[in-house]
């Protein structure tokens, strides 16, 4: 497809335990987004890629939250010993070039910690 | 935290009236986007305005964008339900990255 995909679309966890999500963006795009919203919220943003350049993390909730992209490839976000708080839709982004340019989001990945 | 803050939150219209829908933020920005959101999914762009333009038009839509006040507006012309979304607004600073307001809901009655 030439979409940005989301994997899984929803994840089921229970309270301390790990989860990782998947993020296919669409290909040729340098930058990668991923953002999370949670219920009637606005978008939060979490972390940036691009290129080979050093991540801007600045969003990361807490040291809980980590995200890897290996080169301008796939991308996971890794979520550990899951709390309640962080039930919310995580939604991922591409972008063709870093700036002045539209992104395009994934279906985002819906996660429930019970 | 987020720059940008929409109002309203919440609008409710007929069919066939406009809609407008306002965003302000607070640094100075690159561009500003504003984006739809059916179901609480994915996002879709609408349109993006840069720092040195003061109107844009795309079929029903026009935005306005004023940096002397940080604000912007979205216009959507002879609504239909279709147009039922949340619409927000994003602006772009240095680094490429997105920062979006809270969102405005639309509700469209035919």
């Known amino acids: 497809g030439a979409g940005v995909s989301q994997s899984p679309s929803n994840k089921v966890t229970e309270k301390g335990k790990d989860v990782e999500l998947r993020c296919d963006p669409i290909s040729g795009h340098t930058a990668l987004y991923w953002y999370r919203q949670r219920l009637g919220q606005g978008l939060e943003f979490l972390i940036y890629?691009?290129?080979?350049?050093?991540?801007?993390k600045s969003g990361l909730p807490s040291d809980r939250f980590s995200a890897e992209r290996t080169g301008e490839s796939v991308s996971t976000l890794t979520i550990q010993r899951t709390q309640q708080e962080d039930s919310a839709v995580y939604l991922c982004?591409?972008?063709?070039?870093?700036?002045?340019?539209?992104?395009?989001f994934g279906p985002g990945t819906r996660l429930t910690v019970t | 935290s987020q720059q940008g803050e929409e109002d309203p939150q919440a609008l409710s219209i007929q069919e066939g009236e406009n809609a407008t829908m306002n965003c302000s933020y607070k640094t100075s920005i690159n561009n500003l986007q504003w984006y739809r959101q059916n179901s609480g999914r994915g996002l879709v762009h609408l349109i993006l305005?840069?720092?040195?333009?003061r109107e844009k038009h795309s079929g029903r839509l026009r935005v306005t964008l004023d940096t002397s006040k940080k604000s912007s507006s979205l216009l959507i012309t002879a609504s239909r339900a279709a147009d039922t979304a949340s619409y927000f607004c994003a602006t772009e600073g240095q680094g490429g990255k997105l920062i979006f307001g809270q969102g405005t809901e639309l509700s469209v009655k035919p």
């Open positions: 982004a591409s972008r063709l070039d870093p700036s002045g340019r539209e992104q395009y």
């Open positions: 890629f691009q290129g080979n350049s050093a991540p801007d």
């Open positions: 305005i840069r720092s040195n333009e």
